[in-house]
C-alpha cells in the first residue's frame, strides 16, 4: 500500500524482473477512456468466471442521495467499528470514519475531507485465492495544494499480519482521477526485511471515468485486470526473507481513500457502482 522501494517494470512488452524470478506479461493496449464501460469489458466476462457469490458481492443499489445509506453490515466492517464512529487514518494520518462512506442509490461513494476524515470499507468475506472485480472511479472535489488522498482496491490478510501475510494493492494511485492506474503487490515477508513488492503501472486509463478493475489469485499467479484487460501478472520470486508473492494466506477486499499527510488535504470521491467476488470454481 505504501509508495515505498518499486521495483521498475517495462510496460507493454514482456519483461523478467532482475534479480527477483518473477515474470511479467505483456501489458494490454490502453484501454478505453469512454464514460460508460460495458458489462462485456469486464474480466469476469471476458474470461469466464461465472456468476459473482451473491452473498458477498455488492451492487449498491439501496440507499439514495437523499437518503445515504450505511453499506450493508452483512457484507461489510464499517470504518471505527461501527456506525458513525472512526478510528486512526492510514499511518496515523487524519481518520477514517463510517460517516465518509455511504451508498446514495447506485453506488457507493467515498469523500475524503479537507480536515483528514476519508471513508474506509473491509470485506467480511476472506478466501485464499479467487476473483474480485470492481466498477470505480474517483476525482478530486477540491483545489489542488499537492495533498493528494490515494484511491485503492485492497487484498488485505484476514489475520491482519502484515507484511508477513502479503497484501495484494491491485489499485493504487497518489491522487483520484490519474491518467495512470498502478499496482503495488506484495509478498508475504519476513517483519525485519525491507518492504518486498512489485509494482505495475498502465497508462492511458482515465480514472476520473469508470473502469472495470479485477484481480485473478491463484496458487499459480497474481493477475490484473482493467477493463477486461490484463495488465500485470506476477508470480513465484521466493527468497530467504520472503515467500512466493502468491503464498499469501487467506485475504478479503477493501476499499479505501487514504490519507498519506495528516490535515489540509485535497477533498476528493471516490466512487464504486459495484464490488464482486468470485471463487476459483465460481
Request: charged share 25%.
Amino acid at each position: 500500500m505504501l509508495r515505498r522501494w518499486r521495483a521498475v517494470v517495462a510496460v507493454g512488452a514482456a519483461a523478467v524482473l532482475a534479480g527477483t524470478g518473477v515474470t511479467l506479461a505483456s501489458a494490454a493496449e490502453p484501454a478505453s477512456t469512454a464514460a460508460d464501460t460495458l458489462a462485456a469489458d469486464t474480466a469476469a466476462e471476458r474470461y469466464d468466471w461465472g456468476d459473482p457469490l451473491p452473498e458477498w458481492s455488492d451492487e449498491f443499489d439501496y440507499g439514495s442521495e437523499d437518503a445515504p445509506a450505511v453499506p450493508d453490515q452483512d457484507k461489510w466492517s464499517l470504518a471505527g467499528g461501527g456506525v458513525d464512529q472512526c478510528w486512526p487514518g492510514h499511518a496515523g494520518n487524519g481518520q477514517r470514519c463510517d460517516k465518509n462512506t455511504r451508498v446514495v442509490g447506485g453506488l457507493l461513494r467515498q469523500t475524503g475531507e479537507a480536515n483528514g476524515d476519508s471513508g474506509w470499507l473491509a470485506s467480511k468475506f476472506g478466501q485464499q485465492y479467487g476473483r474480485w472485480e470492481a466498477r470505480v472511479r474517483s476525482q478530486a472535489t477540491g483545489e489542488n495544494n499537492d495533498r493528494q488522498y490515494h484511491p485503492l482496491l485492497i487484498l488485505w490478510p484476514d489475520s491482519d499480519q502484515w507484511p508477513e501475510d502479503g497484501e495484494y494493492d491491485y489499485l493504487e494511485n497518489g491522487a483520484p482521477g490519474e491518467d495512470c492506474a498502478e499496482a503495488f503487490i506484495h509478498y508475504p515477508h519476513d517483519a525485519d526485511a525491507p518492504v518486498q513488492q512489485e509494482h505495475a503501472e498502465k497508462c492511458g486509463v482515465d480514472l476520473t471515468q469508470w473502469h472495470n478493475v479485477g484481480i485473478e489469485w491463484t496458487p499459480d499467479h497474481v493477475k490484473g485486470f482493467i477493463d477486461g484487460e490484463e495488465w500485470f501478472s506476477f508470480s513465484g520470486g521466493a527468497n530467504d526473507v520472503r515467500e512466493c508473492i502468491q503464498c499469501a494466506p487467506s485475504m478479503h477486499q477493501t476499499i479505501q481513500l487514504d490519507n498519506f499527510y495528516g490535515d489540509d488535504m485535497q477533498s476528493a470521491v471516490y466512487e464504486v457502482d459495484w464490488a464482486r467476488v468470485y471463487t476459483l470454481g465460481s
